[in-house]
């Protein structure tokens, strides 16, 4: 059982307490013991992980095109969950196992080191004032722990349509030579980022005029 950890760092989220409709709860408590990450996988297929997954189209969507690999979904959020198990409701898929606890202690508690061919965060909370920016999660401490989990070659995929986050993200990331970065010019980031769906959150940031950056990061062979 994973077990949140003393004195952590500030959290990168604030868990509002919501009550689940009776109809809602009926259908996590229902979907938990199938797509709950207590069910491990039983295979030994390649391993991915989605970190915030929010209403989980990417996560299912993913899953749903490459059945060959195991897809983690991480998620604090339980309206989230519950619309990703509305989908597997309809489409069952067996390569989806589900978090629902802080990501920090999933990585430090659950994965293995060099266990992870690929991470994605997709549109992560900008927390756009200077003073929360703290609360950021792609921090110098988070990118070294998330070097850790991912496998020589592995691939790390954020994506914000905030510009000053990009910003933030692409001088950590910079700063750590454990990474380097895929040429936007290329074709297999071109082809990454025609991999990934459309997002509630990416939507929103195009309709406010914000452009869409993506950020793709592959661990050095060393």
């Not at 910079?174 to 895929?182: G, H, L, S």
């Not at 040429?183 to 980031?189: A, F, G, I, K, L």
Request: no cysteine.
């Amino acid at each position: 059982m994973i077990k949140p950890e003393q004195n952590k760092p500030i959290k990168s989220f604030v868990k509002r307490k919501r009550k689940l409709s009776p109809g809602k709860q009926d259908l996590f408590t229902a979907m938990w013991p199938i797509y709950g990450a207590q069910n491990p996988f039983t295979n030994n297929a390649p391993l991915a992980a989605e970190i915030g997954f929010g209403m989980g189209n990417t996560l299912f969507n993913y899953a749903k095109k490459y059945p060959e690999i195991n897809f983690i979904g991480i998620e604090v959020y339980q309206p989230g969950i519950i619309t990703l198990f509305r989908q597997l409701e309809t489409k069952p898929l067996d390569n989806i196992r589900v978090y629902n606890i802080d990501a920090v202690d999933v990585l430090k508690q659950a994965i293995l080191d060099k266990a992870l061919e690929k991470v994605l965060i997709f549109f992560p909370d900008p927390w756009q004032k200077k003073r929360y920016h703290k609360r950021r999660l792609i921090q110098p401490e988070f990118v070294q722990l998330l070097q850790k989990k991912l496998k020589p070659g592995g691939l790390l995929h954020i994506a914000t349509d905030w510009q000053n986050y990009a910003e933030h993200i692409a001088a950590i990331m910079q700063n750590n030579p454990n990474f380097i970065v895929i040429d936007p010019q290329s074709s297999e980031y071109a082809n990454l980022r025609q991999d990934r769906v459309l997002t509630k959150f990416e939507e929103r940031g195009q309709n406010q005029g914000h452009d869409i950056y993506d950020l793709l990061f592959k661990v050095k062979n060393v």
